[in-house]
């Protein structure tokens, strides 16, 4: 910056000096502040340690930048996104993540890097969150050498890449399949033992079929064969294939939940229709298909139902009801209980007091033969008596209880009146 400093010369004039300022001006602030703000990202990265990746996806799936899409191992945070962009040929999104030093040792080749969330579905409600919040990135390590480029799956792997290969087989499902994809599960008996890895679609223009082929690969270390060593787990699994079809193995689709829940390929035993192996399609062994499946099967119970049977039965039923109810003699049934009941209610009014006084004369009555029986006693005192005269004594005493028990009986049931004493 130059200032101008007057000086006064002879005759009163004054001439402007200019002196030179060692401050370059306010106007260069602005990229030092530029290179500082650099300098300190630059020196933060360095300081904050961990690794920065890539993984490339097929689809974005809701993945987003700035560090709102986490990178999840075991349930914990260990890393974020920064960046996502299209790659240059197209045909994938590359996305830029940043992960903790903890987790720089994972980073091999054999890791994977999945998204959960990517498409939620009602077999797995934790997924549905993802709606509103975006789906996470989940790591699961595996072996092999340093690597910090990866391959992202849409969904949970099957099994680790580096643990072994499918084995491939084809499935001719003849239902529809829906929304079957590569990479959903395919079960046994609930247990999940493999994955879809094609659908096909296929139409035969001389005899106008249409076929949706399936390739499916299963894991044999998912099967846990007993006793088989890791190097004959593809033989045997190939084996136990071809002897589970002979009892009756077939391929069915199916969605979990019914109805509204994802499409998968399940393996069931049919032990009513044991088959033959059908031969291999372009070399690939298959496995024999159900008829139908997916909505068609639902649809092809349904259809079973006799319901024409069942509502000429419900009808059948109002019917009698309305006739029964409509009947005269219901009417006369029902007048001729209710004057029986009305009986009933005037008979128990009139004979409850009565029953209470019998009740009362009844304990008297026993009370007079007890004093009877004991002055008998007292004046036979010391005489010897008759046998006739003692046996008599006795009879009276036992005629007191009689009284008493009777009087409280009818205490209790007072009803005994009405229709007698139950044989009880």
């Known amino acids: 910056m130059n200032d101008q400093t007057p000086i006064k010369r002879e005759g009163g004039r004054t001439d402007a000096a200019v002196r030179r300022s060692r401050w370059p001006g306010w106007i260069w602030g602005i990229p030092i502040a530029a290179a500082l703000l650099v300098g300190w990202w630059a020196l933060r990265s360095l300081t904050r340690g961990g690794e920065d990746i890539t993984i490339s996806f097929d689809d974005v799936h809701g993945i987003k930048e700035g560090g709102d899409t986490s990178i999840v191992y075991r349930g914990l945070k260990v890393g974020k996104v920064n960046s996502v962009k299209l790659a240059k040929d197209g045909g994938s999104v590359e996305v830029t993540a940043h992960l903790d030093d903890s987790v ?75 929304r079957l994809e590569p990479g959903q599960p395919v079960k046994l008996r609930g247990f999940t033992v493999g994955e879809v890895k094609t659908v096909g679609f296929r139409y035969d223009a001389n005899t106008g079929a249409i076929t949706t082929p399936v390739m499916i690969g299963l894991y044999p270390s998912l099967f846990r064969f007993g006793g088989a060593t890791v190097s004959d787990n593809a033989a045997a699994l190939a084996t136990a294939i071809d002897r589970l079809i002979h009892e009756g193995l077939h391929a069915k ?35 024999p298909a159900e008829p139908g499946g997916g909505l068609d099967s639902i649809v092809a119970r349904v259809q079973k139902v006799p319901i024409e049977q069942i509502a000429q039965n419900v009808l059948d039923t109002t019917g009698h009801i309305d006739q029964i109810v409509s009947s005269p003699k219901l009417g006369d049934a029902i007048a001729e209980l209710d004057a029986t009941l009305q009986q009933i209610h005037q008979t128990a009014d009139t004979a409850g007091p009565k029953i209470s006084k019998l009740a009362d004369s009844l304990r008297q009555t026993a009370s007079q033969l007890d004093d009877t029986a004991r002055t008998a006693n007292k004046t036979l005192g010391g005489t010897p008596a008759q046998g006739g005269t003692r046996e008599a004594m006795r009879e009276v005493t036992e005629a007191a209880r009689s009284v008493r028990d009777l009087a409280n009986y009818l205490d209790r049931h007072p009803e005994a009146l009405l229709h007698g004493r139950s044989g009880e």
């Open 104 to 178: 720089e040792k994972y980073l091999a080749a054999g890791t994977q890097f999945w998204l959960k969330g990517a498409k939620p579905s009602f077999a797995d409600l934790s997924s549905l969150g993802a709606v509103l919040s975006g789906p996470t990135i989940v790591m699961n390590p595996g072996p092999g050498k340093a690597e910090k480029h990866f391959k992202g799956l849409a969904r949970e792997p099957v099994a680790s890449a580096a643990q072994e290969q499918a084995q491939e087989y084809g499935v001719a499902l003849n239902g529809s399949v829906g």
């Open 253 to 287: 689709l199916e969605r979990d939940p019914p109805l509204i829940g994802d499409a998968e390929v399940t393996l069931e035993m049919q032990s009513n229709s044991p088959g033959e192996v059908p031969a291999a399609v372009n070399g690939v062994p298959q496995i």
